[in-house]
């Protein structure tokens, strides 16, 4: 559901108080249509919450492929005294061959780098691994 357009407020509906009411309404406007156009899909989740894309793309093999060393990149913030380690790598999205697939990454975190162990995939009769020799294609977000 896409959130009605909504109309600016305008001085002119104040009559009297035009005088002031301008400063007030600018802002107010502002907002209603910032917000107007994030609730409307032109909001991104890696512009609003720490978070780290992590995008991969390989043909597998098992001799060579993993471990998978990603460079932790929101290791501090500005605003904290504590590291922002990752508590959780969540998979966004993927293909196998061009097919989409589920995939749960095996993952660990120390000296600040993730370090991805292995994938393993979801299907309808359960948990497999990655088939040697398909190609991936596989996104991923670290969160703190």
Do not use: H
């Not at 559901?1 to 009559?15: D, E, G």
């Not at 600018?26 to 919450?49: C, K, M, R, V, W």
């Not at 060579?64 to 290791?75: E, G, H, R, S």
């Not at 508590?87 to 370090?115: H, Q, R, Y």
Request: glycine fraction near 6%; include cysteine; hydrophobic fraction near 40%.
């Amino acid at each position: 559901m896409l959130i009605p357009v909504i109309s600016t407020l305008q001085t002119s509906n104040f009559p009297g108080e035009e005088s002031w009411i301008g400063s007030l309404l600018s802002p107010i406007n502002n907002f209603l249509l910032s917000a107007t156009s994030a609730l409307n899909g032109n909001i991104t989740f890696t512009d609003n919450i720490p978070c780290q894309a992590i995008n991969m793309q390989f043909t597998y093999n098992a001799a060579t492929d993993f471990p998978k060393i990603i460079a932790w990149q929101l290791n501090s913030n500005a605003s904290q005294q504590t590291p922002l380690n990752p508590t959780k790598l969540e998979f966004c999205n993927g293909t196998e061959n061009g097919a989409a697939v589920a995939l749960v990454p095996i993952w660990s975190f120390a000296n600040a780098t993730i370090t991805i162990q292995n994938f393993v995939k979801l299907t309808t009769s359960g948990a497999t691994g990655l088939v040697a020799g398909s190609s991936y294609i596989i996104n991923l977000r670290g969160q703190p």
